[in-house]
């Protein structure tokens, strides 16, 4: 299978059975997401859920979380991950929003990446989500999947494999495609015992066609 049949492959799959695929966390403006998708590194999305409607119930928007102390940021998300540099950046990406952007969030991956706690994977989350703009956001589970099944070959960086996926995916898609590999990864392709039983993407697959040809050996 060459690599433009493999990718053929995996996208005929997840437009067949994923055809919905969108993000898990929940949110109601590019503000909510963006505060999310800084509590989500290294954090589940569903811990993440159980805790933003207490910051987006007392800080509804930029304009006051600008105003908050970090200290009572921290006590609402204590029980995220990193909330001490969590409850800094929040406190800083607010205070940017609010004096360099009006408050609004901005929709491109280069004004994004300016603000406190937000890399260029949160970047291209904020703008495919809110935006539909052709960006992958490559996180643990993405750069796993992809290298996996054989879509990304001897990426070393998150920046080499978003390069390589975005290469192969139709523009169009391409936001669309960061939900369906990270789902697959957090539900299918699990880091620890993959559950390749129950995948359909195992012709395609490369890592499954190892483990066949060393079950035959």
């Known amino acids: ?16 059975h994923a055809p919905d695929a969108e993000t898990e966390l929940i949110y109601d403006s590019p503000y909510q997401l963006l505060v999310a998708v800084i509590l989500s590194a290294q954090c589940t999305d569903k811990r ?27 006590g609402l998300i204590k029980s995220i991950s990193y909330p001490n540099n969590k409850a800094k950046h929040l406190v800083g990406m607010a205070n940017m929003l609010v004096d360099d952007f009006h ?14 706690g937000v890399g260029r994977k949160t970047a291209n989350v904020i703008t495919s989500v809110v935006d539909n703009q052709p960006n992958m956001a490559v996180d643990t589970h993405v750069f796993r999947v992809a290298a996996r099944i054989g879509l990304t070959r001897n990426a070393k960086t998150p920046l ?7 290469s192969h995916i ?16 957090r539900y299918v392709c699990v880091a620890r015992n993959p559950k390749c039983e129950e995948c359909g993407l195992q012709p395609a697959c490369i890592y499954f066609q190892k483990l066949l040809k060393t079950a035959k050996s």
């Open 1 to 16: 299978m060459t690599i433009q049949q493999r990718y053929q492959f995996v996208i005929d799959y997840f437009q067949e």
């Open 48 to 74: 993440v859920n159980m805790t933003t409607p207490a910051i987006f119930a007392r800080y509804p928007d930029a304009e006051s979380l600008a105003k908050a102390k970090v200290e009572d940021v921290f």
């Open 103 to 116: 408050g609004e969030v901005p929709l491109t991956v280069d004004e994004l990446i300016t603000l406190p």
């Open 160 to 166: 080499a494999a978003e390069r390589q996926l975005i």
């Open 170 to 185: 139709p523009e169009i898609l391409i936001h669309k495609a960061h939900h369906w590999l990270i789902l697959h990864g």
